[in-house]
């Protein structure tokens, strides 16, 4: 039952690592931008100013968007690395990153599809989002499963041989 505890601290230093990314990229496109546009435009007292202030907003919102979307592709695979292949939180990052960027075409495809589905499922009454979202989590497996096949398959030694090798038994004409 408590199984999933053994991969805690590697599951926890990669989402630190991610959490961080997406932390310093929303201070430098978001936050910073926005408080030094504040300074200009309050004491200005121009509509104008506030109007571009609030456009400029809306387009450094979208450059994070893009931002946020593209390193998500490159760390999809993360916490499927660390419990799939008993990695470290770090080098399931990087190699996450890696197998991404040499299969971007894919990735970035079903990246897309899982937006299309997330606002589909949102414009449900959002009850759709929690319909949407095993098939999103399902489809990233695929996907995993299709870049990093397994490892060990264990030996076919307990299937019994065909029918053929017993007496009526099987398929008779």
């Not at 946020?68 to 990695?87: E, G, N, P, Q, S």
């Amino acid at each position: 039952m408590f199984k999933g505890f053994d991969y805690f601290m590697p599951g926890l230093i990669a989402t630190v690592v991610m959490v961080g990314i997406f932390f310093a990229a929303s201070l430098v496109l978001i936050v910073i931008p926005m408080f030094v546009l504040m300074a200009l435009t309050v004491g200005s007292g121009s509509p104008e100013l506030g109007i571009f202030f609030m456009l400029l907003m809306c387009v450094l919102m979208f450059v994070f968007g893009v931002f946020a979307a593209c390193v998500h592709a490159l760390i999809v695979f993360t916490h499927l690395l660390i419990v799939d292949r008993k990695m470290d939180g770090l080098e399931a990052v990087k190699l996450s990153a890696k197998a991404s960027w040499q299969n971007i075409n894919g990735v970035v495809g079903f990246i897309i599809v899982q937006f299309v589905l997330s606002i589909l499922g949102l414009l449900a009454f959002i009850v759709g989002a929690y319909l949407v979202l095993p098939i999103i989590y399902a489809g990233t497996t695929v996907m995993y499963r299709k870049i990093f096949p397994p490892m060990f398959i264990p030996p076919i030694s307990n299937i019994p041989p065909s029918p053929a090798n017993y007496p009526n038994a099987g398929y008779q004409q």
